[in-house]
């Protein structure tokens, strides 16, 4: 996760406990909180890790997908049904380790584009916005080409890199293409 700087005597990282009770205790304000407080947490892009209070297990993970599964549940999800079974499919497939970086990559693209779109709206009227939205604009068209562009260079270094491995593993069996 991206963090904030910390204030002169505050540790980097904010730590939340999480009891048996499965209550969240956050450290910094000496408080219970609830999940849609950890929520606000990643949305306010703060640096936290989750840890278990006995056993001080590292549960971040498990937290975070659970916000991921209530967001999911509660009205408008983000996945498909066939995005989901696609998720599944990669966990145990020898594309794995490469499909998180993948995912990953491409969200801070979308993410970068994202912010430029709306540091470009900022003087935009709620009209101009409006009449913007109801149109395929070149800039829109434009950003877009360029997260393709990247999305499909990303692609590309992944099959070189599985390549590469592959014939680095065929050379150590003593196998050559």
Excluded at 53 to 75: P, V, W
Excluded at 152 to 163: P, R, V, Y
Aim: net charge neutral; charged share 20%; aromatic share 8%.
């Amino acid at each position: 996760m991206q963090s904030k700087k910390p204030a002169a005597g505050k540790s980097a990282q904010r730590v939340i406990k999480k009891y048996p009770n499965r209550r969240l205790y956050d450290t910094d304000t000496s408080t219970y909180i609830t999940l849609a407080e950890v929520r606000q947490l990643v949305m306010d892009s703060e640096t936290f890790v989750v840890r278990d209070a006995k056993t001080n297990e590292d549960l971040t993970r498990s937290i975070l997908l659970q916000i991921i599964l209530e967001e999911e549940a509660g009205g408008a999800p983000m996945f498909s049904e066939a995005v989901l079974s696609s998720l599944i499919r990669f966990y145990g497939h020898a594309m794995q380790g490469f499909m998180g970086s993948y995912i990953e990559k491409n969200i801070q693209a979308f993410t970068e584009m994202q912010a430029k779109l709306t540091e470009q709206s900022k003087s935009v009227s709620p009209e101009m916005w409006a009449q913007f939205m109801s149109m395929q604009s070149p800039l829109l068209q434009g950003m877009m080409g360029s997260y393709t562009e990247q999305s499909k260079s990303l692609m590309g270094q992944l099959q070189e890199q599985m390549q590469k491995q592959t014939e680095q593993m065929l050379g150590a069996f003593g196998l050559k293409r």
